[in-house]
């Protein structure tokens, strides 16, 4: 059965660090990682998908990568603003269709 | 285009009644999802179809809970006599095939 874990489930950083968020995952026969966002009261963002047989993904300043032999994906945000305060989830579809959703990590961004 | 869009935005409902939940994906999309979060827990699957069938209902958390899908296209749950435990957030997201799944706003379920 997939598990997802998220490390941390809190951070708090000031405007223009560069940042990972971290991503653990029990099963490594993955078919799809993806990351989302989430603000407030809002439904969910995508940022961005990582197929099996890639290992990263880039979309300007975020990368994201996936290793599925350790069991883990890492969101890099580079110079990070204000704006990119909200919950950051990461997602695994174990090729079932069926994505099982870590906690999440909720990002302040202090200006 | 248009988004994955979801109504009502907010429900509030007494306990035992019926409520049904509707979701239009964006178009084209041929996989459905519904979720749920509760307040302060993480999105739990609830069931997803790949056209009008639904392969794995194994996230529905009883029988009350149930969801179809007709066309292709709009997708509606329905909890039946609801209860105070399925107070949530309800998010429907669309998919073509196995890439990137778009979610819609949500539905606010409040149970009272």
């Known amino acids: 059965k997939q598990e997802v874990t998220q490390i941390p489930a809190a951070l708090s950083v000031p405007e223009g660090e560069n940042l990972v968020l971290n991503c653990s995952f029990t099963?490594?026969?993955?078919?799809?990682l993806q990351w989302f966002r989430q603000d407030p009261g809002k439904g969910l963002t995508s940022l961005l998908l990582i197929q099996s047989s890639q290992r990263e993904q880039t979309s300007g300043r975020l990368n994201a990568s996936l290793d599925k032999s350790s069991g883990r994906s890492t969101l890099y945000i580079a110079a990070s603003q204000p704006g990119d305060s909200a919950t950051y989830l990461c997602?695994?579809?174990?090729?079932?269709?069926?994505?099982?959703f870590g906690t999440g990590t909720r990002l302040k961004v202090l200006a | 285009g248009a988004g994955v869009s979801q109504s009502p935005s907010n429900k509030v409902t007494e306990k035992g009644k019926d409520v049904e939940l509707r979701c239009d994906p964006i178009?084209?999309?041929?996989?459905l999802y519904w979720y749920r979060q509760s307040l302060g827990q993480g999105l739990e699957f609830l069931i997803y179809?790949?056209?009008?069938?639904?392969?794995?209902k194994s996230g529905l958390p009883s029988d009350r809970f149930s969801a179809e899908r007709t066309g292709g296209s709009v997708s509606t749950l329905t909890i039946q006599r609801t209860q105070q435990e399925d107070s949530a957030v309800y998010l429907c997201?669309?998919?073509?095939?196995?890439?990137?799944?778009?979610f819609g706003p949500g539905t606010r379920l409040t149970v009272t």
């Open positions: 997201a669309s998919s073509r095939d196995r890439r990137e799944q778009y």
């Open positions: 179809f790949q056209g009008n069938s639904a392969p794995d």
């Open positions: 178009s084209g999309h041929t996989a």
């Open positions: 099963d490594s026969a993955i078919y799809n």
């Open positions: 997602a695994a579809d174990s090729g079932t269709y069926k994505y099982i």
